[in-house]
């Protein structure tokens, strides 16, 4: 048990995921930006975040909108200037909201002017900063590429420099090439570039694919995976030579490290890693706790990605959470997330009904949620029409049909029934369609809608920031005796908390007298129940029906 007068920051927060191209345009161009989201802060202090990350806002070609960065210091004029990120910070400081950058130090921009010296020529000093390789011949193998490696947005992982004779290693777009940290220079230009936002006082990273950061030295053929099913030739890769490798630990320390100095000085700053990666793997991205200062020396946070991808039913959640608490260091920090600008949208996964449960259950498991924006108001996925589809990758990912890409997750944000929601001018065209409900399904309509989405989801998040036991309490799961729900207890030192979601769209009777007689009503999914429950051993769920209950002391 953790009292919560000891936890962190990081620990107590639910984390806000911002696409800033997405929340609010300031300037009329049909982009959001950062004067945009400073318009926006006291909506998001009022449904109880305390944490902001931002998707990129540094200079950049865009060819994966922001993840291919320019210029690493820098704000790129479609999102303001360094003044208006400073006056962002500034505000959202004053309301005691932390701000997090994403950090993509992966793969540079080919117009980042690291990668244009070093493709330069061979013997340019910066050539080794990125990972280039000769040609093999074109009759072998791998029919001229260096090796077999495959890139996430489909075809090879490698374009050639004709220039130069050389290629160039890219697992994303070919305007993204990998930076080489097996060149020492490397890790010290990035760490020089995160200082800056350190010293400018920022709360911390959000770092891109960390787990990719460093490759095979050999540049290694990846082996076939076994039993793959068909689908994106990327997975049917087994990445063991482009990703996990040993030496990104030692980078992972040397970036905590840096953080490490400026929290020293009052102000701590955290680390979170963008992490797909299997339980066991992903326990060793908190790395050791040698000083045995509870927060380890590598990631605060590595994402925990688990539920984005989970088959949504009540038993394999369960064993899931379980198998994930299980396999944290023992002073690991657990977190979750349901939702982001790569993934299928909560409300088109799992239904709209489903999604209460889901926000349930993230909210209330042990551990620092992260929700993506527009998910409190359940906004779906947005079918883009061909002619508008703006992300230029064919990706690999599971939920999207490759030529369609990640725009209907990125849609503007609904914010009231105006012409554009409120997002920008009504005589802008935003730069993706809004949904075709937002006249229904916006903020403005909900927050006068007592059983919103919106409503349930600032409901649950106050509760969430006012009760020890869903902040620092312990998690067990618990029988309830009917497959379709998922029940488990919070127990802090004075509270107890007993959560029970049917995953079901039917009514379901559960006993749960095991761990009470009886309990009264803090939150339910239709925001419509008050009161003392007084027979858990016979107490009915409706469908999609949520419970958070308080087990009172007199009762247990
Ligand atoms: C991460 C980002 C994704 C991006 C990719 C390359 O997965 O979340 O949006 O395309 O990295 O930077």
Request: aromatic letters at 10%; a negative charge.
């Amino acid at each position: 048990m953790n009292p919560v007068e000891n936890m962190r920051w990081w620990q107590k927060a639910i984390v806000y995921q911002i696409y800033p191209r997405s929340l609010q345009d300031s300037n009329g161009d049909g982009i959001g930006d950062l004067p945009g989201i400073l318009q926006r802060l006291d909506y998001l202090k009022g449904i109880h975040v305390d944490a902001l990350w931002l998707s990129p806002i540094n200079p950049s070609p865009m060819h994966d909108f922001g993840y291919d960065v320019a210029d690493y210091t820098g704000v790129d004029p479609i999102f303001g200037s360094l003044d208006d990120f400073m006056r962002l910070l500034n505000e959202a400081h004053a309301r005691d909201l932390k701000v997090i950058l994403d950090l993509v130090p992966n793969h540079t921009s080919d117009e980042h002017p690291w990668f244009m010296e070093s493709r330069a020529s061979r013997t340019n000093p910066k050539r080794d900063w990125y990972i280039w390789s000769d040609p093999t011949p074109s009759d072998g193998p791998n029919g001229g590429l260096p090796n077999n490696w495959l890139s996430f947005f489909g075809g090879p992982a490698w374009t050639l420099d004709p220039a130069t004779g050389q290629y160039y290693l890219h697992q994303f777009d070919t305007h993204q090439p990998e930076l080489n940290y097996r060149n020492p220079e490397v890790l010290e230009a990035m760490l020089a570039d995160m200082r800056v936002w350190l010293e400018r006082g920022i709360d911390g990273f959000r770092v891109d694919v960390i787990w990719l950061m460093i490759k095979d030295a050999a540049l290694r053929d990846e082996p076939p995976l076994a039993g793959w099913g068909g689908g994106a030739p990327h997975r049917g890769l087994d990445h063991i030579y482009t990703g996990n490798q040993p030496e990104v630990h030692a980078i992972i320390r040397a970036m905590r490290a840096l953080l490490d100095e400026f929290s020293a000085g009052g102000q701590e700053r955290v680390l979170m890693g963008e992490t797909y990666l299997p339980n066991a793997v992903l326990a060793e991205y908190y790395g050791s706790d040698a000083a045995a200062t509870g927060v380890g020396d590598e990631c605060h946070l590595p994402f925990n990605f688990q539920l984005i991808g989970a088959p949504w039913n009540a038993q394999g959640v369960r064993k899931m959470v379980d198998d994930y608490e299980a396999s944290l260091p023992a002073w690991g920090w657990p977190n979750w997330v349901l939702g982001n600008h790569d993934r299928i949208r909560l409300a088109t996964r799992v239904g709209p009904d489903q999604a209460r449960v889901a926000t349930m259950l993230l909210l209330t498991l042990r551990g620092t949620p992260t929700c993506y924006y527009g998910d409190e108001i359940g906004m779906h996925n947005v079918e883009i029409p061909a002619e508008l589809v703006r992300d230029p990758q064919a990706v690999n990912l599971p939920d999207f049909a490759a030529e369609l890409g990640r725009d209907p997750v990125r849609t503007p944000m609904q914010w009231d029934d105006s012409p554009n929601a409120g997002f920008c001018a009504s005589d802008v065209i935003p730069w993706l369609p809004l949904a075709d409900d937002y006249a229904q399904n916006n903020v403005l309509v909900q927050e006068s809608d007592p059983q919103s989405p919106l409503w349930f989801y600032r409901v649950l998040a106050d509760l969430r920031s006012k009760s020890p036991a869903l902040l620092a309490g312990a998690y067990s799961a618990v029988d309830a005796g009917a497959d379709n729900v998922f029940a488990y207890l919070r127990a802090g030192d004075e509270q107890r908390f007993l959560v029970v979601l049917n995953f079901s769209a039917e009514a379901q009777v559960v006993n749960l007298s095991a761990v009470a007689a009886a309990a009264s009503v803090l939150v339910d999914t239709a925001l419509a129940k008050q009161g003392d429950l007084h027979f858990l051993r016979n107490l009915r769920l409706g469908p999609n029906e949520g419970l958070v209950l308080s087990i009172d002391a007199a009762f247990g």
